[in-house]
């Protein structure tokens, strides 16, 4: 049986609510579809001791101010989940859990969205689906030849599965440099941490406000046709969040440079030295995960699908939300994610009264 809708959103983390609540206030049938099994999107999976960059009336989503966590100044990931969890509720928007979709496809004039629990047939569809089902694993020579636990950023989850080991984490930005610090700080794990560069740590005074408006400023510089301010990276790769700026200042933090080659138990170094390891966690980022827009060929370079603003070069019916700044400045963000999904409603509801 298929279903008929005004918009399909795919993904029920912070971007596909924060496009729910702009499309009720455009007043049209929409739906959003998400695999997850509960609310919360990635943030559910988290590791233990993750804490938000900025203060909760900083970190929200519109229309609904995040609640402060007592006694904590950046609240933690929990928090994040009962907040998208309240939110979803308190706006009762329209989240399938459970779904997961496929393919989204062109067909008589509309996209055809096709999901494990059937199929929709939608004028327009935002795809919000995120990154942290596609995690980045880089080709290192003798990866395969490792006979120690190999994990992403996605799978940690806190010191004590690695007491008494041996781990080496791979990555300078800031999943690198917090899991580093937490392994550090438990004193039960002998760690070393490496990354492709010499580590760029922010101004401790620094925190998710001041990136924000970074990360704004440099989007309207763009837009207007004003020199590249260089944004966030300009600044440096890794917020010195708490655990970080204390296991840095104890000396805990010495960054090595990447090794050259994995071994069947360790990792040998550009100058010919071995290290014997148990575990290696790969904090190598991520990639937007698109496999369901395929059908649509619209991907460009570095995998990426062309847009002005939130929209689809090649598909005028297709906004993508929340992958990175090219779908809006600072939109992989709770506060930053909000002014898109309001543009991204704003035009579809254009196109559908045209």
Not at 208 to 216: E, K, N, S, W
């Amino acid at each position: 049986m298929t279903q008929h809708t005004d918009v399909v959103v795919v993904g029920g983390g912070q971007a596909g609510l924060a496009a729910g609540y702009h499309l009720r206030r455009q007043r049209l049938d929409y739906v959003i579809l998400d695999a997850g099994t509960a609310p919360g999107g990635s943030w559910q999976h988290m590791w233990d001791s993750l804490h938000l960059f900025s203060p909760a009336e900083h970190s929200s989503l519109p229309g609904r101010l995040m609640p402060a966590q007592p006694g904590e100044t950046y609240p933690d990931a929990g928090h994040v989940v009962d907040y998208l969890t309240d939110y979803e509720k308190r706006y009762d928007l329209p989240v399938q859990h459970g779904t997961r979709v496929d393919a989204v496809r062109r067909d008589a004039g509309q996209l055809m969205v096709e999901a494990d629990t059937g199929t929709w047939r939608a004028r327009a569809v935002i795809s919000a689906t995120g990154t942290w089902t596609r995690p980045f694993l880089p080709a290192v020579p003798g990866r395969d030849l490792f006979t120690g636990r190999q994990l992403h950023t996605v799978n940690y989850r806190c010191p004590d599965d690695f007491a008494g080991q041996r781990v080496i984490v791979v990555g300078g930005g800031n999943s690198g440099a917090q899991i580093a610090a937490d392994l550090a700080l438990d004193g039960h794990v002998d760690v070393t941490w490496v990354t492709q560069r010499p580590p760029r740590f922010l101004a401790d005074d620094i925190d998710g406000r001041a990136l924000f408006d970074v990360a704004t400023a440099r989007r309207r510089a763009l837009d207007v046709g004003r020199s590249d301010t260089g944004g966030v990276a300009s600044l440096g790769d890794i917020v010195a969040v708490p655990p970080v700026r204390a296991a840095r200042d104890a000396g805990l933090l010495p960054a090595k440079p990447m090794f050259a080659r994995l071994t069947a138990d360790g990792v040998r170094w550009d100058d010919g030295s071995r290290s014997d390891a148990d575990a290696v966690i790969w904090c190598t980022g991520f990639r937007p995960a698109l496999a369901h827009l395929a059908p649509l060929n619209l991907r460009g370079p570095r995998g990426h699908i062309p847009t002005d603003g939130t929209r689809a070069l090649g598909e005028p019916r297709l906004h993508l939300l929340g992958y990175g700044d090219w779908t809006g400045p600072a939109s992989t963000t709770l506060i930053g994610v909000g002014r898109p999904a309001r543009d991204a409603a704003g035009e579809i509801a254009h196109l559908l009264r045209s």
